[in-house]
């Protein structure tokens, strides 16, 4: 990606009113900007001045601090100027104005989203898994997925990746040597323990692609869709699993009318629950506003993770539930949920069938909501393993896949002979670009472009 040198500023807090507001601007030198500022006052580096933020016409804007970090010794690698007054966002909008008109002589610009991240890893001060995890650890909605993010921030997904990539590239270093000098009659495959050295490549990438997965988990969590008929429990479980009043409950049926969300977190695992409207023939006696919302329940059926379909464990089965089975997307997880088993005397269970999964539990009575819990985790491969995870994205479970994919294909021809030392060759060159892509080496400068997009303004 060719990096715009141009000098960018824009504001770096959230929007909103705050006790504190940053403006920020960053570029290859910011001298006239700070001259033009602050006419005739020297900024110490990386230590805080107090001073007064003046427009053009020499009118105090706010008063605040003002840091000055000249590159490549800062977060861009650029010089970088910050300054810190209160968080209104008018007086931050006047700052910025401020700013922005100060530096136009020289090309200062409107910092596009993710551009002080992506002037970061094109300046090599992160690498791009690093700057993936500023966003992850920013958008973090669980303490758990914070941890997680910042373990990756502070380079530890990345040392991992490099480890591999450094192997991967030992080993062809070893098959190509030996491809380039043929008149050895070397038995390459067996002195050199290239079988040997292959299959500890592999085993360290499962071990990283393991970490991986669930740390995507905490990252992406799961969608998990309550659909039932009228007034089968939806809400009452929705609230029994937030553990707080987040829906209203009435015995009358319909009272849902559109979804309800709520997050929750299992484990550490991000639970999106969302609750639908009932469903039952459109010629019930249905209005148009439950027309609507039953029309949105199935939107939703569509995008769900994981399917919960509940029914009165009183009063058993209805025609109306296997014709809501029947409408299930295929693929999606479905577990049933008999709810109500205080009023129809089951015991809290769990069983499984050929055909699904089969919960019985009280959500009135917040009875056997454990059991659901831990069959959610279940369904989403969650596993307690005590180590630190990476809270990555698919798009590097993608690459650990299909380096994977490439490994094994390696080994295959390892398997057979010498002469397939060249096929050897090329699969492990195409092991390593797929790890090198994780953290940037090989991306392609549309992906770039798409993954600095989704940052916020500023950062």
């Excluded at 005739?40 to 840091?67: C, M, N, Q, W």
């Excluded at 831990?374 to 993608?398: D, F, K, M, N, V």
Aim: proline residues 4%; glycine residues 8%; charged residues 25%.
């Amino acid at each position: 990606m060719k990096l715009d040198t141009s000098p960018i500023a824009a504001i770096a807090t959230a929007p909103g009113r705050g006790g504190i507001g940053v403006v920020r601007a960053s570029g290859k030198s910011l001298a006239p900007l700070i001259d033009a500022l602050f006419p005739g006052t020297t900024l110490a580096l990386r230590h805080a001045t107090y001073i007064p933020f003046k427009d053009a016409a020499g009118s105090v804007i706010d008063e605040g601090l003002a840091l000055y970090f000249k590159g490549p010794h800062s977060y861009t690698g650029e010089d970088v100027l910050e300054l810190q007054g209160h968080g209104g966002p008018v007086v931050l909008r006047m700052l910025l104005a401020r700013v922005l008109e100060a530096g136009a002589d020289f090309g200062l610009r409107l910092a596009e989203p993710g551009e002080f991240t992506r002037r970061a890893f094109l300046n090599d001060k992160l690498d791009l898994a690093q700057a993936e995890a500023v966003a992850d650890l920013i958008d973090a909605s669980t303490e758990a997925a914070a941890k997680s993010a910042s373990q990756s921030l502070s380079g530890a997904f990345s040392k991992v990746v490099h480890e591999l990539v450094d192997k991967t590239i030992n080993l062809r270093m070893l098959v190509e040597a030996t491809l380039d000098f043929p008149e050895e009659e070397i038995d390459f495959l067996e002195k050199s323990n290239a079988r040997g050295q292959l299959a500890g490549i592999v085993d360290a990438l499962n071990k990283v692609f393991s970490q991986a997965a669930q740390g995507a988990l905490l990252r992406e969590g799961l969608n998990v869709v309550l659909v039932g008929q009228p007034n089968v429990g939806k809400s009452s479980l929705l609230n029994a699993l937030a553990g707080s009043d987040v829906a209203i409950v009435t015995p009358i049926a319909g009272t849902t009318r559109d979804k309800v969300s709520e997050t929750i977190q299992v484990e550490g695992i991000p639970l999106n629950i969302i609750d639908t409207a009932g469903i039952r023939a459109l010629d019930e006696g249905v209005d148009v506003v439950e027309r609507i919302g039953i029309e949105r329940t199935w939107g939703e059926v569509g995008k769900a993770d994981v399917i919960l379909h509940l029914l009165d464990a009183n009063l058993g089965p209805a025609k109306a539930d296997e014709e809501i089975v029947a409408a299930f997307p295929p693929g999606v997880p479905v577990v049933r949920i008999w709810n109500k088993i205080d009023l129809s005397g089951h015991k809290p269970s769990l069983d499984v069938s050929a055909d699904a999964t089969h919960i019985y539990l009280s959500a009135h009575e917040k009875i056997g909501i454990e059991l659901l819990r831990a069959e959610l985790l279940r369904i989403a491969g969650w596993q307690q393993t005590g180590e630190s995870l990476y809270l990555a994205r698919e798009r590097h479970l993608i690459a650990l896949r299909a380096a994977r994919e490439h490994l094994d294909m390696a080994a295959a021809h390892a398997a057979q002979d010498d002469q397939s030392l060249d096929l050897f060759a090329e699969e492990l060159r195409l092991a390593q670009d797929q790890l090198s892509s994780i953290t940037g080496q090989f991306t392609p400068d549309d992906l770039l472009g798409v993954i600095f997009s989704r940052f916020c303004i500023g950062k």
